[in-house]
C-alpha cells in the first residue's frame, strides 16, 4: 500500500478512535508463549487462595496475569491494545536464591518525522506510549514483520520461573498466586509482576546507558528529559556521556522533575521530621536547650505531636519482681518504681540512668507508674547513639541523652518539689520541609548508589521513600495494588512521559 | 514501628548490595544462547561450535561450579554481550527509527533467602544479578535491635 494513503487510512481510525473513546481505557492482550502442559497450561490442580479461583496452577498463573493487566488497564488510556508476551520458563536459581523474572519494553521508536507525530521529535519511547501517543500501532505502520520469534513485534516481553519453590530453587518458596497480598513467607507474584509491568510501560531509563551514559543512535530516551541532578541542576538531556555517568552515582541528588509526580509527591510521601529534645522552664538555667538524642528502637517514633513535662529523676534503685536484688540486679528503673519515685514521674518525663538492666524494661517500668516520656543518661561518656531492645507493649517515647548532659540536669533538678522541677523536657519530631524520598525541591528521589547497580540505578524510586513504593528497586511485603496518589508514585511518573489517565 | 523496622531492612539490604555491586566483572563468553555453546578459535579468531572435548571441559567446569549462587553465576557469564539495543530495519519510508532490547537489557527480579529464613527481593538486570545475591547472602541481619546496644 502507498506509504501516504496508508497513514492517511492510519490517521483516519486513529482521529476516529480518539474521538470516539478520548479517554480509553488501555486493552491489555497477554500472549502466552508457553507450550502444552507448561505455564499457563499446568494442568497441576490447586485450590483457589487469596481471590484467585483457579482451579490449576496454570488457571491460577493467567489470573494473576490479567488482574495486573487490569490493573494498569484501569490506570492508563490508550486505543492501541499492548501486547504483552508471557511464558514461564526455567529461570537460573539455586537452593538460596532464584531469578524470579524479568520483563521491559521489547521494542522503542523515535520519530524525526511530521507524518508520525511522536512525542518530542527524535526521542526514544517505548512502544506501548510511543502507540498510545501516535494513535496506532507503528510496526504496522511501518511494515514491520515478526523476526520469526513470535514476539519481534510485542510491546512488553516477560518470563517468570517456572521451577520456583521446586527442590534446588529456592525450595519450599513459591509464588503466591492469591490477589490479596497474603504472601506470607512466600514471593507475592501480584506485586512482583506489577513492578515488572511498571519498566515495561515505560517506567526505565530505556535506551541510554546508565553505564556509559552513551545514547542509541545518539538519541535520548523520553526518561532523561524528567531527570534533575540536585548538583549541577542539569537534566540528562543537556548533559555529556561523562557527566551522565557521574549524575547516575550521585548518591539521592538525582530528583524526578515531571509535573504530574512533583505534584502527588505531598499526597503519597510522608513530611520528614527531625526529632529533637527541648530543655526549658524556670529552674531549667544553663541547661535549657535542644540536647542531642539518640531515638528507641521501641515505642512511638518521635512525632510532630510534642510530649511535654517537667523532668523528674528517679532516686531508688530497684529489681525485678521475683529476682534476687544485687549488684548485677538492681538499678535505675530496673523493677517497679517506688513509692515516692511513681508518685514523682506520674505524668512527667522520668530520667534514669543507664546500666543494669535493658533499655525496654526501664522505660515499661517508668510506664507503668505513670510517666509520659523517658529520658535515659548515658552512664559513660560516649557519642550519642540510640536505644535498643524491644517491646511491644511501650507506648511512651523515649530518648537516650549523652551523659554531660544527665549530669547537668540533675544538678539543675537538686531543687525540686516531690513532684515538680520547673525543668521541662519537650520531645518532638517537628516537620522539617523535606519529604521522606524527595529532594528540598520536592522532587522524588531516583535511586542512585555508588557504585552503579545495573538495572536498579536510575530506573527505581530511592529507597529512602515513605511509606515504600512499587517502583523501588525492591519489592517490599506492604505494596498495595493502588498505583497512584495517595498511595504510589508510579502513575503519576508515567503521565509524565506522555502517558493519559481515564 | 514496623516501618521503621521494614526500612531498616530496606537499607541494610540495599546497603549490602551496594558494598559488592563493584564486584561484577565481565567474564569470557563460554556459553552462548540456552542450548547453544561456542568457542573463539584461537587461530582465526572466529567464533565456531565446540568440539567434543571442549563440550566435555564445559561440563566438568559448570559441575564445578554447582553451589550456592553458581547457577546466577553461570547465567552471568552465560549472557551475551548484547549491551545495546539492535536497529529495526523496517520497510517503511517514514524518519522513524525503531530499537529492539534484548533479553540481557530487561529489568529482572531476583530472590534471596536471607539467614533469618526471610526472603529480599530486588529488581537488577542480568548483568547484575549475581552479584546482588552474592551481597544480600552475605548481609548481616538487618534489624535495628541488634545493631544498638540493649542496655
Given at each position: 500500500m502507498n506509504k501516504s494513503i496508508k497513514f492517511a487510512l492510519n490517521s483516519v481510525c486513529a482521529a476516529v478512535l480518539l474521538a470516539a473513546s478520548a479517554a480509553q481505557a488501555a486493552t491489555i492482550v497477554i500472549q502466552s508463549r508457553d507450550p502444552a502442559g507448561v505455564g499457563f497450561n499446568d494442568p497441576t490442580p490447586v485450590a483457589p487462595v487469596g481471590g484467585n479461583p483457579g482451579t490449576t496452577l496454570g488457571q491460577q498463573r493467567f489470573n494473576v496475569y490479567r488482574a495486573a493487566a487490569d490493573i494498569w488497564e484501569a490506570n492508563l488510556t490508550s486505543t492501541v491494545p499492548i501486547i504483552v508476551s508471557a511464558g514461564w520458563e526455567a529461570l537460573t536459581c539455586d537452593a538460596g536464591s532464584a531469578v524470579l523474572g524479568s520483563a521491559g519494553a521489547w521494542n522503542f521508536w523515535a520519530s524525526g518525522d511530521l507524518d508520525v507525530p511522536l512525542g518530542v521529535p527524535n526521542t526514544w519511547y517505548p512502544q506501548a506510549l510511543a502507540n498510545k501517543l501516535v494513535g496506532f500501532n507503528i510496526p504496522d505502520y511501518v511494515g514491520q514483520v515478526d523476526d520469526g520469534s513470535g514476539y519481534g513485534n510485542v510491546d512488553i516481553k516477560t518470563q517468570f520461573n517456572v521451577n520456583l519453590g521446586a527442590a534446588n530453587?529456592?525450595?519450599?518458596?513459591?509464588?503466591?498466586?492469591?490477589?490479596?497480598?497474603?504472601?506470607?513467607?512466600?514471593?507475592?507474584?501480584?506485586?512482583?509482576?506489577?513492578?515488572?509491568?511498571?519498566?515495561?510501560?515505560?517506567?526505565?531509563?530505556?535506551?541510554?546507558?546508565?553505564?556509559?551514559?552513551?545514547?542509541?543512535?545518539?538519541?535520548?530516551?523520553?526518561?532523561?528529559?524528567?531527570?534533575?541532578?540536585?548538583?549541577?541542576?542539569?537534566?540528562?538531556?543537556?548533559?555529556?556521556?561523562?557527566?551522565?555517568?557521574?549524575?547516575?552515582?550521585?548518591?539521592?541528588?538525582?530528583?524526578?522533575?515531571?509535573?504530574?509526580?512533583?505534584?502527588?509527591?505531598?499526597?503519597?510521601?510522608?513530611?520528614?521530621?527531625?526529632?529533637?529534645?527541648?530543655?526549658?522552664?524556670?529552674?531549667?538555667?544553663?541547661?535549657?536547650?535542644?540536647?542531642?538524642?539518640?531515638?528507641?528502637?521501641?515505642?512511638?517514633?518521635?512525632?510532630?505531636?510534642?510530649?511535654?513535662?517537667?523532668?523528674?529523676?528517679l532516686t531508688s534503685l530497684t529489681t525485678p519482681i521475683g529476682v534476687t536484688p544485687g549488684p548485677t540486679t538492681t538499678g535505675p528503673g530496673c523493677g517497679p518504681l517506688t513509692a515516692?519515685?511513681?508518685?514523682?514521674?506520674?505524668?512527667?518525663?522520668?530520667?534514669?540512668?543507664?546500666?543494669?538492666?535493658?533499655?525496654?524494661?526501664?522505660?515499661?517500668?517508668?510506664?507503668?507508674?505513670?510517666?509520659?516520656?523517658?529520658?535515659?543518661?548515658?552512664?559513660?561518656?560516649?557519642?550519642?547513639?540510640?536505644?535498643?531492645?524491644?517491646?511491644s507493649s511501650i507506648t511512651i517515647p523515649s530518648v537516650r541523652i549523652l551523659k554531660v548532659d544527665g549530669d547537668a540536669l540533675k544538678v539543675r533538678l537538686a531543687t525540686r518539689s516531690r513532684t515538680s522541677s520547673g525543668v521541662v523536657a519537650t520531645l518532638i519530631a517537628p516537620f522539617n520541609g523535606l519529604l521522606a524520598g524527595a529532594d528540598a525541591s520536592g522532587r522524588p528521589l531516583l535511586y542512585t548508589p555508588n557504585p552503579r547497580i545495573g538495572g536498579s540505578s536510575v530506573s527505581h524510586w530511592d529507597i529512602s521513600a515513605s511509606p515504600n513504593q512499587l517502583m523501588e528497586p525492591n519489592i517490599s511485603a506492604d505494596l498495595t495494588t493502588t498505583l497512584k496518589a495517595p498511595k504510589d508514585l508510579t502513575v503519576p511518573l508515567l503521565l509524565d512521559l506522555g502517558w493519559t489517565a481515564p | 514501628m514496623t516501618k521503621k523496622i521494614n526500612n531498616s531492612a530496606k537499607l541494610a539490604g540495599m546497603a549490602a548490595v551496594l558494598a559488592l555491586a563493584a564486584l561484577t566483572a565481565p567474564v569470557a563468553i563460554s556459553q552462548?544462547?540456552?542450548?547453544?555453546?561456542?568457542?573463539?578459535?584461537?587461530?582465526?579468531?572466529?567464533?565456531?561450535?565446540?568440539?567434543?572435548?571442549?563440550?566435555?571441559?564445559?561440563?566438568?567446569?559448570?559441575?564445578?561450579?554447582?553451589?550456592?549462587?553458581?547457577?546466577?553465576?553461570?547465567?552471568?557469564?552465560?549472557?551475551?554481550?548484547?549491551?545495546?539495543?539492535?536497529?529495526?530495519?523496517?520497510?517503511?519510508?517514514?524518519?522513524?527509527?525503531?530499537?529492539?532490547?534484548?533479553?540481557?537489557?530487561?529489568?529482572?527480579?531476583?530472590?534471596?533467602?536471607?539467614?533469618?529464613?526471610?526472603l529480599q527481593e530486588v529488581c537488577t538486570d542480568p548483568t547484575h544479578a549475581h552479584s546482588v545475591v552474592k551481597a544480600l547472602q552475605s548481609a548481616p541481619q538487618a534489624s535495628p535491635a541488634k545493631a544498638l546496644e540493649t542496655e
Open positions: 530453587c529456592l525450595a519450599g518458596r513459591f509464588f503466591y498466586l492469591g490477589l490479596d497480598g497474603n504472601a506470607g513467607p512466600n514471593v507475592n507474584f501480584m506485586a512482583t509482576l506489577l513492578h515488572e509491568l511498571g519498566h515495561g510501560l515505560g517506567f526505565a531509563l530505556g535506551t541510554t546507558s546508565s553505564a556509559t551514559g552513551s545514547r542509541f543512535l545518539g538519541l535520548p530516551s523520553v526518561w532523561e528529559g524528567f531527570m534533575t541532578d540536585g548538583t549541577t541542576s542539569k537534566t540528562w538531556l543537556t548533559m555529556t556521556n561523562a557527566e551522565r555517568v557521574a549524575s547516575g552515582v550521585n548518591f539521592q541528588k538525582l530528583g524526578w522533575n515531571g509535573a504530574n509526580t512533583v505534584a502527588a509527591a505531598p499526597l503519597v510521601l510522608k513530611a520528614g521530621t527531625t526529632p529533637k529534645l527541648t530543655i526549658s522552664g524556670v529552674n531549667a538555667g544553663a541547661t535549657a536547650g535542644d540536647k542531642a538524642l539518640g531515638e528507641a528502637s521501641f515505642g512511638p517514633a518521635l512525632n510532630p505531636s510534642p510530649v511535654t513535662a517537667d523532668i523528674m529523676p515516692n519515685d511513681a508518685r514523682a514521674v506520674l505524668g512527667k518525663i522520668a530520667l534514669m540512668d543507664r546500666g543494669i538492666c535493658g533499655f525496654a524494661v526501664k522505660v515499661k517500668n517508668a510506664q507503668n507508674a505513670g510517666a509520659l516520656g523517658v529520658l535515659i543518661a548515658d552512664n559513660l561518656v560516649a557519642p550519642i547513639s540510640g536505644l535498643g531492645g524491644a517491646d | 552462548g544462547a540456552e542450548g547453544m555453546r561456542v568457542a573463539k578459535d584461537a587461530v582465526t579468531g572466529e567464533l565456531r561450535a565446540l568440539t567434543a572435548e571442549e563440550h566435555k571441559a564445559l561440563d566438568a567446569k559448570g559441575a564445578a561450579d554447582a553451589g550456592k549462587g553458581a547457577g546466577l553465576k553461570r547465567a552471568a557469564a552465560a549472557a551475551p554481550a548484547k549491551s545495546e539495543p539492535t536497529l529495526i530495519k523496517h520497510n517503511g519510508s517514514a524518519r522513524v527509527y525503531g530499537a529492539r532490547m534484548s533479553d540481557e537489557l530487561m529489568s529482572q527480579s531476583v530472590v534471596v533467602r536471607m539467614a533469618d529464613g526471610s
